[in-house]
């Protein structure tokens, strides 16, 4: 057996598992969808072991809104509201909606706004063809509902063409996302660019620039800043006025009140995605795309993946409005990044999900038939807020019972073998390559 210990030894206690269930049927547009979703409560240094669920037969009731009037949800110690009229919540003196919106594409005629002889929309250029956001004026309340117990409170908002279903924790506030787009059908009048939008209350102007600003990812390990319709370190002529405010991300995007930094709210992404910084208080997310007409960039043909398009195309979201990064949610910037084995090796392993920086865990591999585990183990979590490109501080990994050799990151060349029991220093935002198990025999 082979142990890596990370964090600090504390005591073991017991895990507690629950978990919250959203069904519906739309017989409308044919969509059957159900989601349940487990909390796990790991303690500190305990051995993770397999996961059993039982079922029950708990059916948990849904309020429709168009049953309600007035209803404000009060979810965990009343922390969270959910205005069931306007669609805000309120968290302290933070107000912020979520909804979803678009931008229609450019085809190279639909626009007045557009520069003459500009490129059209597709697969590498994002030129919408009004400089607003185009957002839907209600839900159908027909098909939205909200559904309460003890541990989660699930919230579904049925738009034109889309689902946002809004699932919270009630102990700890985290806000999980899923945008379900009804699959498009090919066409050749009119392209889209659809949003997930946070509309808040929050003052994230620069005072500097007095412009609002938002922070992303810079590959998942620093923040950088964004500020809309500027760029700090060069001499700035503003031709687009949406797209130039778009900035990639791979794991988050955030923002905070400029006077009081501890107002802040981070969104987490589950893929790549592009986040713009367009108004006060508000951060838009572009979730899904297709154009009807070639962007003039070598591809020849519109923006349209049968894959996402002919089907209900989900994608996820975390939202939080504390100072610890929870990049590694959707593993986007995990300490174990990648487990190979040799030909006609065999693995069990009880460990199968990322870790978080916060844990301490012991993660058992077992080897056999001269099996051979290469691991590379990186730290490159972030403290951004409070000093935003803060990196964090130094990682040590402790190795008992076997052998280990470090490895340069490609696997390739032998740099030195680790004795038992001695620790491993991984510094910030330095990554690193072991092979475990190298010819041990069953």
């Known amino acids: 057996m082979r142990i890596w210990r990370f964090g600090k030894d504390e005591k073991n206690y017991v895990e507690n598992i629950f978990g919250n269930n959203i069904a519906f049927n739309d017989i409308d547009i044919g969509l059957r969808y159900s989601s349940i979703q487990f909390k796990k409560l790991l303690e500190k240094n305990v051995l993770i072991s397999s996961l059993s669920i039982s079922r029950t037969n708990k059916i948990i009731e849904k309020k429709y809104f ?3 009037k007035d209803e404000k949800i009060k979810i965990g110690n009343g922390n969270l509201i959910f205005d069931c009229n306007n669609l805000k919540f309120t968290k302290d003196k933070n107000e912020f909606s979520l909804t979803h919106g678009f931008y229609t594409s450019y085809d190279g005629s639909n626009s007045n706004i557009r520069p003459e002889k500009s490129n059209p929309d597709g697969a590498y250029i994002f030129a919408p063809c009004e400089n607003e956001l185009q957002t839907y004026e209600s839900i159908d309340k027909n098909k939205s509902f909200y559904q ?17 279903i809004i699932t919270i924790e009630n102990n700890n506030l985290k806000i999980y996302t899923e945008s379900i787009f009804e699959p498009i059908p090919r066409r050749t009048d009119k392209g889209f660019n659809y949003l997930l939008v946070l509309d808040s209350n929050i003052n994230n102007i620069n005072k500097e620039y007095n412009q609002p600003q938002i922070f992303t990812d810079s590959q998942g390990i620093n923040m950088m800043q964004r500020i809309k319709d500027t760029r700090p370190n060069y001499k700035y002529e503003l031709t687009e006025k949406v797209s130039s405010n778009f900035y990639p991300i791979t794991s988050v995007v955030s923002l905070y009140e400029t006077e009081n930094k501890k107002n802040k709210i981070s969104i987490y992404s589950d893929r790549a995605q592009s986040a713009g910084v367009v108004k006060n208080g508000q951060i838009q997310l572009i979730c899904q795309r297709f154009s009807t007409v070639d962007d003039w ?3 020849g043909e519109g923006l349209y993946e049968n894959s996402s398009m002919d089907r209900f195309f989900p994608v ?10 929870h990049s590694d949610y959707f593993n986007k910037v995990p300490f174990i990044l990648s487990v190979e084995t040799m030909k006609n090796s065999k693995i069990n392993s009880n460990y199968e999900k990322i870790i978080s920086s916060d844990d301490s865990l012991d993660i058992e591999f077992e080897v056999k038939k001269y099996g051979e585990i290469f691991v590379e183990v990186g730290n490159v979590h972030c403290d951004y807020f409070g000093d935003f490109g803060k990196e964090s501080e130094n990682m040590k990994i402790n190795f008992e019972k076997g052998k280990l050799i470090e490895y340069s990151l490609n696997g390739v060349d032998e740099i030195k073998e680790i004795k038992s029991g001695e620790n491993i220093t991984i510094k910030k935002q330095m990554f690193k390559s072991f092979l475990l198990g190298k010819d041990l025999k069953e």
């Open 66 to 68: 168009s049953n309600i």
């Open 148 to 164: 309460q117990n003890g541990h989660f409170t699930s919230i579904v908002l049925r738009y034109p063409n889309s689902y946002l």
């Open 297 to 299: 960039k070598g591809v």
């Open 316 to 325: 996820k979201h975390l939202i939080t409005f504390d100072d610890k990064n």
